[in-house]
T-cell receptor, first 117, second 110 residues
Framework: GAGVSQSPSNKVTEKGKDVELRCDPISGHTALYWYRQRLGQGLEFLIYFQGNSAPDKSGLPSDRFSAERTGESVSTLTIQRTQQEDSAVYLC???????????????FGAGSRLTVL | RKEVEQDPGPFNVPEGATVAFNCTYSNSASQSFFWYRQDCRKEPKLLMSVYSSGNEDGRFTAQLNRASQYISLLIRDSKLSDSATYLCVVMGSGYSTLTFGKGTMLLVSP
């Protein structure tokens, strides 16, 4: 597609429920990132996918968080047993070049705003 | 010292003013540097990359000082539409992670 698409744009859920967020990167972009941005805060790195390499999961805050990506296409971020502190905007970004290139310009999606009641 | 540090602001300036932001980084092995812009409740968008020799794009000038480990962004002739949060982004030796600063808010008033 023309840009990075994320869905849902807004999600309200109850504490303890599981949620799944989807990211559809720009076609041909090999690198895909997930970030979290709490209200008034900076971006927190969650996970990075590059092609068929093992993902860098070093930013995932707990084992309740997981993400998958099939090849170089859609990625899903799953949060199990959601907590109120999970409330944030979850941003997905993709890049044509891998991070190792040093020239990886990120294009972000509009984000998925998650509210946990 | 935080990995990437920015003055949160806000910087309040009148239209036409020149304003500059700095961003300091802690990892001396950092390889690449960028400025992104984020409008309120919107996603970040690339403003410009920062090259070792410094670079200019219209009213915007970015510079890198490796010795002191900071990058800067200068905006000349500020416009109302420049009002946004400016994010400093640093890529360290751990290539897979780009570290974002918390951003500096700029408010340009008529």
């Amino acid at each position: 597609g023309a840009g990075v698409s994320q869905s849902p744009s807004n999600k309200v859920t109850e504490k303890g429920k599981d949620v799944e967020l989807r990211c559809d990167p720009i076609s041909g972009h090999t690198a895909l990132y997930w970030y979290r941005q709490r209200l008034g805060q900076g971006l927190e790195f969650l996970i990075y996918f590059q092609g068929n390499s093992a993902p860098d999961k070093s930013g995932l805050p707990s084992d309740r968080f997981s993400a998958e990506r099939t090849g170089e296409s859609v990625s899903t971020l799953t949060i199990q047993r959601t907590q109120q502190e999970d409330s944030a905007v979850y941003l997905c970004a993709s890049s044509l070049l891998p991070a190792s290139s040093g020239a990886n310009v990120l294009t972000f999606g509009a984000g998925s705003r998650l509210t946990v009641l | 010292r935080k990995e990437v540090e920015q003055d949160p602001g806000p910087f309040n300036v009148p239209e036409g003013a020149t304003v500059a932001f700095n961003c300091t980084y802690s990892n001396s092995a950092s390889q690449s540097f960028f400025w992104y812009r984020q409008d309120c409740r919107k996603e970040p968008k690339l403003l410009m990359s920062v090259y070792s020799s410094g670079n200019e794009d219209g009213r915007f000038t970015a510079q890198l000082n490796r010795a002191s480990q900071y990058i800067s962004l200068l905006i000349r002739d500020s416009k109302l539409s420049d009002s946004a949060t400016y994010l400093c982004v640093v890529m360290g030796s751990g290539y897979s992670t780009l570290t974002f600063g918390k951003g500096t808010m700029l408010l340009v008033s008529p």
